[in-house]
């Protein structure tokens, strides 16, 4: 590695005060969040199109846009997920030029949440911490689990106790200590707070949260690597904290800056499931005010953060770029999840249905222009919440192990399709 580090500094969002790249996340001056911060001349001195291509295929192949000084240590293989030319669905929802970008198959745990989880654990690693803790609406936890196993570091996730059965067992079953709290995710994510003052452990989404935060800048890196080194005309991106949002967009910043992206405009769009859409009310109501959602009531479970942390951010963001917010009814996220499945053979979870139904919205509306590209971040699998769709995709035809039955049967499917 090169003497000259690419990653300098923290700084403030707000008063753009540098802090040392240790294990803080907030301004003592203004509480703004601190951000990583880069040597953008040294980076595009090493980094090129044509360095990049050289390497494996995993996230840490734009490394020095990532927040850690050595190699990385955790999460090696997490990255690359498939950019899908979606015809089928495009079709669909009458637009020209669409892309999936599949993170349901992101490893090791099926969710966009792996990419942030290996750049915080990496720099945990760095710095001499042994154990990491998080709080998490439930593919968080399944990730800071399942990289804390393999990296040989103690962890313990915090969830709200009324998750889905499935990312419950799927912390559990890699030995962590699994929380579960009586409450919603706010106040889970107010007693890990407390509990960071308290115990010195890296948080990955509260004193790690610098580091973890960049990780989603990956999903970006890619989107345009895979898309030939262009940017995406609209991306649609689903929404929890409203940090991915952000990333993505300084993703698109840095590719553009570096000369590692055709230049041109682009622009995003938030999506938020009704029962909890604190960011996508404010947008709509035109205001940067993010009123909290006390009691957030949804299938979309991973997106349920009543006070979302990036929320002023992603505001800023989706404005900045021309974009705009939209949001979703239960009952749309569950259609949306069975069209994406039958059009492209993708089986994502409840946030994926958020972001398909709003983008559908979208371009009903005529915000999203229908001859220009876009692309939909699906960021979970859907075998994690199996419960939102169980009663509504039909059941499988039972018969006695006969041919005489089944002709009967097929006979009929025929006739019906
Ligand atoms: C966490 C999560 C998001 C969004 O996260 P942000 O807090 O907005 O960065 C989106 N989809 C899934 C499946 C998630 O688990
Ligand atoms: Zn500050």
Same mark, same amino acid.
């Given at each position: 590695?090169?003497?000259?580090? %690419?990653?300098?500094?923290?700084?403030?969002?707000?008063?753009?005060?540098?802090?040392?790249?240790?294990?803080?996340?907030?301004?003592?001056?203004?509480?703004?969040?601190?951000?990583?911060?880069?040597?953008?001349?040294?980076?595009?001195?090493?980094?090129?199109?044509?360095?990049?291509?050289?390497?494996?295929?995993?996230?840490?192949?734009?490394?020095?846009?990532?927040? +850690?000084?050595?190699?990385?240590?955790?999460?090696?293989?997490?990255?690359?997920?498939?950019?899908?030319?979606?015809?089928?669905?495009?079709?669909?929802?009458?637009?020209?030029?669409?892309?999936?970008?599949?993170?349901?198959?992101?490893?090791?745990?099926?969710?966009?949440?792996?990419?942030?989880?290996?750049?915080?654990?990496?720099?945990?690693?760095?710095?001499?911490?042994?154990?990491?803790?998080?709080?998490?609406?439930?593919?968080?936890?399944?990730?800071?689990?399942?990289?804390?196993?393999?990296?040989?570091?103690?962890? %313990?996730?915090?969830?709200?106790?009324?998750?889905?059965?499935?990312?419950?067992?799927?912390?559990?079953?890699?030995?962590?200590?699994?929380?579960?709290?009586?409450?919603?995710?706010?106040?889970?994510?107010?007693?890990?707070?407390?509990?960071?003052?308290?115990?010195?452990?890296?948080?990955?989404?509260?004193?790690?949260?610098?580091?973890?935060?960049?990780?989603?800048?990956?999903?970006?890196?890619? +989107?345009?690597?895979?898309?030939?080194?262009?940017?995406?005309?609209?991306?649609?991106?689903?929404?929890?904290?409203?940090?991915?949002?952000?990333?993505?967009?300084?993703? %698109?910043?840095?590719?553009?800056?570096?000369?590692?992206?055709?230049?041109?405009?682009?622009?995003?769009?938030?999506?938020?499931?009704?029962?909890?859409?604190?960011?996508?009310?404010?947008?709509?109501?035109?205001?940067?005010?993010?009123?909290?959602?006390?009691?957030?009531?949804?299938?979309?479970?991973?997106?349920?953060?009543?006070?979302?942390?990036?929320?002023?951010?992603?505001?800023?963001?989706?404005?900045?770029?021309?974009?705009?917010?939209?949001?979703?009814?239960?009952?749309?996220?569950?259609?949306?999840?069975?069209?994406?499945?039958?059009?492209?053979?993708?089986?994502?979870?409840?946030?994926?249905?958020?972001?398909?139904?709003?983008?559908?919205?979208?371009?009903?509306?005529?915000?999203?222009?229908?001859?220009?590209?876009?692309?939909?971040?699906?960021?979970?699998?859907?075998?994690?919440?199996?419960?939102?769709?169980?009663?509504?995709?039909?059941?499988?035809?039972?018969?006695?192990?006969?041919?005489?039955?089944?002709?009967?049967?097929?006979?009929?499917?025929?006739?019906?399709?």
């Amino acid at each position: 590695m090169d003497k000259r580090p %690419f990653f300098s500094h923290l700084r403030c969002r707000e008063c753009g005060r540098r802090y040392p790249k240790e294990a803080v996340h907030v301004c003592e001056f203004d509480f703004g969040p601190l951000e990583a911060a880069y040597d953008y001349e040294a980076v595009s001195e090493t980094l090129t199109r044509e360095k990049i291509l050289t390497r494996p295929r995993s996230m840490w192949r734009y490394r020095e846009l990532l927040p +850690i000084e050595h190699e990385p240590t955790v999460g090696l293989q997490v990255g690359f997920t498939p950019l899908i030319p979606a015809h089928r669905l495009a079709q669909r929802l009458g637009v020209e030029e669409l892309y999936i970008k599949n993170d349901t198959v992101n490893y090791p745990t099926l969710s966009f949440k792996d990419r942030v989880v290996s750049v915080a654990l990496s720099r945990a690693k760095e710095l001499g911490i042994d154990t990491v803790a998080c709080a998490s609406t439930g593919n968080l936890a399944n990730s800071v689990a399942a990289n804390a196993a393999s990296a040989g570091l103690r962890s %313990f996730v915090l969830i709200p106790a009324d998750l889905e059965p499935s990312k419950i067992l799927g912390s559990l079953v890699f030995g962590t200590n699994v929380i579960g709290i009586h409450g919603a995710y706010d106040q889970v994510n107010r007693l890990c707070s407390e509990v960071a003052g308290k115990y010195h452990w890296g948080f990955v989404n509260v004193n790690l949260r610098p580091y973890y935060a960049e990780g989603s800048k990956t999903m970006g890196f890619e +989107i345009i690597e895979q898309l030939g080194w262009r940017l995406p005309r609209h991306t649609v991106v689903c929404m929890a904290s409203g940090s991915l949002l952000t990333k993505i967009y300084k993703a %698109f910043n840095e590719f553009s800056k570096l000369g590692l992206a055709d230049p041109g405009p682009f622009s995003i769009y938030g999506a938020q499931a009704a029962g909890c859409s604190p960011i996508s009310t404010a947008v709509k109501n035109n205001t940067e005010v993010v009123r909290p959602v006390p009691k957030p009531h949804t299938i979309a479970k991973s997106l349920s953060i009543g006070t979302p942390a990036d929320g002023y951010y992603a505001i800023r963001t989706m404005k900045e770029t021309g974009g705009t917010a939209e949001d979703c009814t239960d009952q749309e996220i569950v259609e949306a999840i069975k069209l994406l499945a039958e059009t492209e053979g993708i089986f994502a979870e409840t946030a994926g249905g958020v972001t398909v139904a709003c983008a559908k919205k979208l371009i009903e509306s005529g915000s999203i222009p229908r001859n220009e590209s876009i692309v939909l971040c699906i960021t979970g699998h859907g075998l994690k919440t199996q419960e939102a769709i169980v009663d509504q995709i039909g059941k499988a035809k039972l018969i006695r192990p006969n041919l005489k039955e089944f002709e009967a049967l097929v006979e009929h499917a025929l006739q019906a399709s």
